[in-house]
């Protein structure tokens, strides 16, 4: 990043409303994309609500209108396989706490949810998204293959075949075809999933938590093979000479040349 970027506003809004917390995605300049200082403050984040009893759920949502538009490709600058590899074990400890803690989470998607944005959307037990909210993969257009759980929860709500159109031709989803398709649970007018994503985390705050976190522990199992598989897979990916390309590529707004190494 330049001087002007790496001062720009990057934080994690914590905002309670009774038993639910709200955690806001809030880097503007990059459209929330998930650098890896973000991702740590959304990890402590989700520490500190875990460990206060007074918390029963969680809404995960993004500033201005985006929910988030991936990873910052802007970081990406890994120059060796175990570098990779201590980048995938930083944001493992960010999926498990998502997919796996005791506290249910909904996702109030509002603009993009891509590559890594829409991994932690994902990632969520409930997604609430605007009807002109746009759902894409796109990790391939870097030389990475999809992470953070993405290869096992994509086909999981919508299906292997849909889920690989999805991972290999970079098809996006408006939030109301998203809907048909399994993608997200609920669609609701442009700026109103927020409002709708507490409503439906009030609902779960009152439930009995234990049943909740023991659903939530069965539905992660398939997930934790994904992650052993992803933590060498791209960890691999982060050093070829495709990602270069990509990363490049896309910093400079041209079109990549991949070469298959």
């Given at each position: 990043?330049?001087?002007?970027?790496?001062?720009?506003?990057?934080?994690?809004?914590?905002?309670?409303?009774?038993?639910?917390?709200?955690?806001?995605?809030?880097?503007?300049a990059?459209?929330?994309?998930?650098?890896?200082?973000?991702?740590?403050?959304?990890?402590?984040?989700?520490?500190?609500?875990s460990?206060?009893?007074?918390?029963?759920?969680?809404?995960l949502?993004?500033?201005?209108?985006?929910?988030?538009?991936?990873?910052?490709?802007?970081?990406?600058?890994?120059?060796?396989?175990?570098e990779g590899?201590?980048?995938?074990?930083?944001?493992?400890?960010?999926?498990?706490?998502?997919?796996?803690g005791?506290?249910?989470?909904?996702?109030?998607?509002?603009g993009?949810?891509?590559?890594?944005?829409?991994?932690?959307?994902?990632?969520?037990?409930?997604?609430?998204?605007?009807?002109?909210?746009?759902?894409?993969?796109?990790?391939?257009?870097?030389?990475?293959?999809?992470?953070?759980?993405l290869?096992?929860?994509?086909?999981?709500?919508?299906?292997?075949g849909?889920?690989?159109?999805?991972?290999?031709?970079?098809?996006?989803?408006?939030?109301?075809?998203?809907?048909?398709?399994?993608?997200?649970?609920?669609?609701?007018?442009?700026?109103?999933?927020?409002?709708?994503?507490?409503?439906?985390?009030?609902?779960?705050?009152?439930?009995?938590p234990?049943?909740?976190a023991?659903?939530?522990?069965?539905?992660?199992?398939?997930?934790?093979?994904?992650?052993?598989?992803?933590?060498?897979?791209q960890?691999?990916?982060?050093?070829?000479?495709?990602?270069?390309?990509?990363?490049e590529?896309?910093?400079?707004?041209?079109?990549?040349?991949?070469?298959g190494?």
């Amino acid at each position: 990043m330049d001087g002007a970027e790496s001062t720009a506003r990057m934080r994690i809004i914590e905002e309670r409303d009774g038993p639910v917390m709200v955690l806001t995605l809030d880097y503007p300049a990059r459209r929330n994309a998930l650098a890896v200082p973000l991702r740590v403050e959304l990890e402590q984040a989700l520490e500190r609500a875990s460990a206060d009893g007074s918390t029963r759920a969680i809404v995960l949502t993004g500033s201005e209108g985006v929910f988030s538009a991936g990873g910052d490709i802007s970081g990406m600058n890994i120059a060796t396989a175990h570098e990779g590899r201590e980048r995938m074990r930083r944001t493992h400890r960010l999926v498990r706490l998502l997919a796996r803690g005791n506290l249910p989470v909904v996702a109030a998607v509002e603009g993009w949810a891509v590559g890594a944005g829409l991994s932690l959307a994902l990632l969520c037990d409930t997604i609430v998204a605007a009807d002109d909210a746009r759902f894409m993969a796109g990790f391939h257009k870097i030389g990475l293959m999809a992470d953070m759980g993405l290869p096992a929860t994509l086909p999981a709500r919508i299906g292997a075949g849909r889920a690989r159109d999805m991972l290999l031709h970079h098809t996006q989803y408006l939030g109301t075809e998203a809907q048909r398709i399994g993608l997200v649970d609920y669609v609701v007018p442009k700026g109103k999933a927020l409002e709708v994503a507490l409503e439906k985390a009030r609902f779960l705050a009152q439930e009995a938590p234990l049943p909740i976190a023991y659903t939530r522990q069965w539905f992660a199992e398939e997930l934790e093979r994904a992650l052993a598989r992803e933590a060498d897979w791209q960890a691999a990916l982060f050093v070829t000479e495709d990602h270069k390309e990509g990363r490049e590529a896309f910093l400079s707004k041209r079109k990549p040349v991949f070469r298959g190494r």
